[in-house]
């Protein structure tokens, strides 16, 4: 069972950087790839970015690229997202998660990642 942490979240205003982290322990990090999501209030949890289990390809939202970053450190079994330009729609909750699967098919699909953290706030003010 894979116990995942993040932190990095807080209070910054538009324009503004946050870099979050997400601890990993429980599984061997570097064989699976990880995935970043976000839930706003009264929404459904969308995908952000993710990371193959390779380190070969990343992916992000639309609404996202150009902007923010993911990366990871395998020594440290930590995966990070790098969030520059904030905008007021970047408010949520970040979550991160870990996914078995090989096709990037499925790194955008909440369904395909087990296990999440209990996340971490982000609010961007205008």
């Known amino acids: 069972q894979v116990q995942l942490v993040e932190s990095g979240g807080g209070l910054v205003q538009a324009g503004g950087s946050l870099r979050l982290s997400c601890a990993a322990s429980?599984?061997?990090?570097?064989?699976?790839?990880m995935g970043w999501f976000r839930q706003a209030p009264g929404k459904e949890r969308d995908f952000v970015a993710a990371?193959?289990?390779?380190?070969?390809?990343?992916y992000y939202a639309d609404s996202v690229k150009g902007r923010f970053t993911i990366s990871r450190d395998n020594a440290k079994n930590t995966v990070y997202l790098q969030m520059n330009s904030l905008k007021p729609e970047d408010t949520a909750v970040y979550y991160c998660?870990?996914?078995?699967?090989?096709?990037?098919?499925?790194?955008?699909?909440?369904?395909?990642?087990?296990?999440w953290g209990q996340g971490t706030q982000v609010t961007v003010s205008s």
């Open positions: 429980g599984r061997t990090f570097s064989r699976y790839a």
């Open positions: 990371l193959s289990w390779n380190d070969d390809s990343t």
């Open positions: 998660g870990t996914t078995a699967f090989r096709s990037s098919y499925y790194y955008t699909k909440t369904y395909a990642y087990d296990g």
